[in-house]
């Protein structure tokens, strides 16, 4: 690799076979300093682009390592004094070969990646996105209006033939294959869309982050290195990496809005009770809702109407009178969850305002109180945990140690909860409903989804928690008000890792989900140049 008959300068030689050692070991400190450091240095991957050491970095730290590998053949070509380009090809001890791309240039007296593109050895799947995956793997409707279509579906849903595996495998492996299927995964197919796989769903849906500790951590496609938001994560990568067309997720506290957000997708959490929840694993009945992610609102509305429709739907009752019905050019600004968001999001959300206001539109945009986000959040655990813990305690008692760490302590704070605790906390909630459904009758609530971009892989404990605790603060109010929901990618904010995607909520009066999808794509249209068309 490194003799002369390469051609490759022994300095040059050296620090390749330096930087190939620590691929191999994890040595992150030397991999660090392999790379030039600054704002320009490049890395892509299959997964995106990242720009500067310190994004580099970050990924790095996330990834782990590399599996046993060795350099079968380097080409090498000066392209300058000092500047060099490294072509090498890996195969790698458990089969299949690899490419790797280096632009190094010596920088006082040092040779170090300035650029590096990697092209990962073919992979029947991603098994951190997928469960399980065909082409397809149920056909769906010849003709339909969804007839081209494929959809990713959270392995929380009922299909004929497979088991539910809720994104742990000890429960994959302790369920029993499903007789039926859902309604909600029956109307797309019938439809003419066709199911592309089973997509993981973080552990139990009990999780907006998008990590699963068995089977990985999906990529988040619009921001390389980044969390992809659960715990619709799976579902959500897929349709980012265009591996689907459509996600078939759910919503609690915002499972569908969150990696919608932080993915840069489009993603419509429905009335409470309006898309069937039958063959529907259930975390707190109380706020489990069916959605659908999409990378445009094209295709969201295509959906929304297919299933939300007379024809579509066996099993919903149509909302196709009241919900088609336009809704109201006029928006209510909830303060305290502006508040809430990171200093860019509130930046860029005020400078969205403000183009809405120039945009020649009659529009009314009003400030309103909601009250105290807390007031929402803890007794909405409190509800949640109790019937998390109903839904799946004897599991979990049956199996110990199964679960993650982060998802095991939510249960045990579950399990913690008393009939008096839940009484209280939705006594507590009852109000808080009736307040914002009464300020969404007259007008759309409008506010950013979450608090700012998709936060890196390598957040841990107390950081992490805080993310959760802030975002849940901004995604609960909708859910415990049991109203319709959509998240536009509309914001772009500066992040470690990047320009960042953070989207932009509506949230509207109940039953009037094809309405508010139609309400989002003219605002959409209005406040961003680029098409929401496929």
Same mark, same amino acid.
């Given at each position: 690799?490194?003799d002369?008959a390469h051609?490759?300068?022994a300095?040059?030689?050296?620090?390749?076979?330096?930087?190939?050692r620590?691929?191999?070991? +994890?040595?992150?400190?030397?991999?660090?300093?392999?790379?030039?450091p600054?704002?320009?240095?490049?890395?892509?991957?299959?997964a995106?682009l990242l720009?500067?050491h /310190?994004?580099?970095?970050?990924?790095?730290?996330a #990834?782990?390592?590399?599996?046993?590998r060795?350099i079968?053949t380097?080409e090498y070509r000066?392209?300058?004094?000092d500047v060099?380009?490294?072509?090498?090809?890996?195969r790698?001890?458990?089969?299949?070969?690899?490419l790797q791309?280096?632009l190094?240039?010596?920088?006082?007296?040092?040779w170090?990646?300035t650029?590096a593109?990697?092209t990962?050895?073919?992979?029947a799947f991603?098994r951190?996105?997928?469960?399980? %995956?065909?082409?397809?793997?149920?056909?769906?409707?010849w003709e $339909?209006?969804?007839a081209?279509?494929t959809v990713?579906?959270? /392995?929380?849903f009922a299909?004929? $033939?497979?088991?539910?595996?809720?994104?742990?495998?000890?429960?994959l492996?302790?369920a029993r294959?499903e &007789?039926t299927t859902a309604p909600?995964?029956?109307?797309?197919?019938?439809?003419?869309?066709?199911?592309?796989?089973?997509?993981?769903?973080?552990?139990f849906a009990?999780?907006?982050?998008? /990590? +699963?500790?068995?089977y990985?951590?999906?990529?988040?496609?619009a921001?390389?290195?980044a969390?992809?938001g659960?715990?619709?994560?799976g579902?959500?990568?897929?349709?980012?990496?265009g591996?689907a067309?459509?996600?078939? !997720?759910t919503?609690?506290a915002?499972?569908?809005?969150v990696?919608?957000?932080?993915?840069?997708?489009?993603?419509?959490?429905?009335t409470?009770?309006?898309?069937?929840r039958?063959?529907?694993?259930?975390?707190a009945?109380?706020?489990?809702t069916?959605g659908?992610l999409t990378?445009d609102?094209? &295709?969201?509305?295509r959906v929304a109407?297919?299933?939300l429709?007379y024809a579509?739907?066996?099993?919903t009752?149509?909302?196709?009178g009241?919900?088609?019905r336009?809704?109201?050019w006029?928006?209510a600004?909830?303060g305290?969850?502006v508040?809430a968001a990171?200093?860019?999001? #509130?930046r860029a959300?005020? /400078?969205?305002l403000?183009?809405?206001?120039?945009?020649?539109?009659?529009?009314?945009?009003e400030q309103?109180?909601?009250?105290d986000l807390?007031?929402y959040?803890d007794?909405?655990r409190v509800v949640?945990g109790?019937e998390a813990?109903?839904n799946n305690g004897?599991?979990?008692?049956?199996?110990?140690?199964?679960?993650?760490?982060?998802?095991a302590?939510?249960?045990? !704070?579950?399990a913690a909860?008393t009939?008096d605790?839940e009484k209280?906390?939705r006594a507590?909630l009852?109000?808080?409903?009736d307040r914002?459904?009464?300020?969404?009758e +007259?007008a759309?609530?409008?506010?950013?989804?979450?608090?700012?971009a998709?936060?890196?892989r390598?957040?841990?404990g107390?950081a992490l928690d805080?993310v959760?605790?802030d975002t849940?603060?901004?995604?609960?109010?909708? !859910?415990v008000a049991g109203?319709p929901?959509?998240s536009m990618?509309?914001l772009?904010v500066?992040s470690?890792l990047?320009t960042?995607p953070? $989207? %932009?909520s509506?949230v509207?009066?109940?039953g &009037?989900?094809l309405?508010?999808?139609?309400?989002a794509?003219r605002?959409?249209?209005?406040?961003?140049?680029r &098409?929401d068309?496929p």
């Open positions: 690799m490194t002369p051609g490759i300068p300095e040059l030689a050296a620090a390749f076979a330096d930087y190939e620590a691929i191999v070991e +994890n040595d992150l400190a030397a991999l660090d300093a392999a790379f030039a600054g704002p320009g240095t490049m890395r892509a991957d299959a995106g720009v500067g /310190d994004a580099i970095s970050a990924f790095r730290g #990834r782990g390592g590399v599996a046993a060795t079968e380097i000066p392209l300058a004094p060099a380009l490294l072509i090498s090809v890996s790698y001890a458990a089969g299949g070969t690899g791309t280096q190094w240039q010596r920088i006082d007296g040092r170090l990646i650029a593109h990697v990962p050895r073919p992979q991603d951190s996105i997928w469960r399980t %995956v065909g082409d397809p793997l149920y056909q769906g409707a $339909g209006p969804l081209g279509l990713a579906v959270k /392995d929380l299909i004929r $033939g497979y088991r539910i595996g809720a994104g742990n495998p000890a429960y492996d302790s294959a &007789t909600a995964v029956g109307d797309l197919l019938r439809g003419g869309a066709s199911l592309r796989g089973i997509a993981r769903t973080d552990e009990y999780s907006v982050a998008g /990590d +699963n500790a068995h990985g951590t999906p990529p988040n496609a921001l390389p290195g969390l992809p659960g715990s619709s994560s579902p959500a990568s897929a349709v980012a990496a591996h067309d459509i996600a078939l !997720a919503d609690t915002g499972s569908v809005r990696p919608a957000s932080y993915q840069g997708l489009w993603g419509l959490r429905t409470h009770d309006l898309v069937p039958q063959g529907l694993l259930p975390l009945q109380s706020f489990d069916v659908w990378r609102g094209a &295709t969201l509305e109407e297919w299933c429709g579509g739907s066996e099993s009752e149509s909302v196709r009241a919900s088609a336009d809704l109201p006029r928006f600004v909830p305290e969850i508040d990171e200093p860019g999001t #509130r959300f005020a /400078d969205l403000d183009l809405l206001a120039a945009s020649g539109e009659e529009v009314s945009v309103v109180a909601i009250g807390d007031a959040l007794p909405f949640q109790a813990w109903r004897d599991w979990l008692a049956q199996h110990p140690g199964a679960v993650g760490d982060a998802v302590d939510r249960f045990r !704070a579950a909860v009939p605790d209280r906390a507590a009852a109000p808080l409903a914002l459904r009464g300020l969404a +007259n759309v609530l409008l506010l950013p989804t979450v608090p700012g998709a936060p890196p390598t957040a841990r107390a805080a959760r605790r849940l603060r901004m995604t609960t109010p909708a !859910a109203l929901a959509i990618p509309l772009t500066p470690p990047g960042a953070v $989207g %932009v509506l509207s009066r109940a &009037t989900d309405a508010l999808v139609r309400l794509r605002l959409f249209s209005l406040l961003d140049p &098409t068309t």
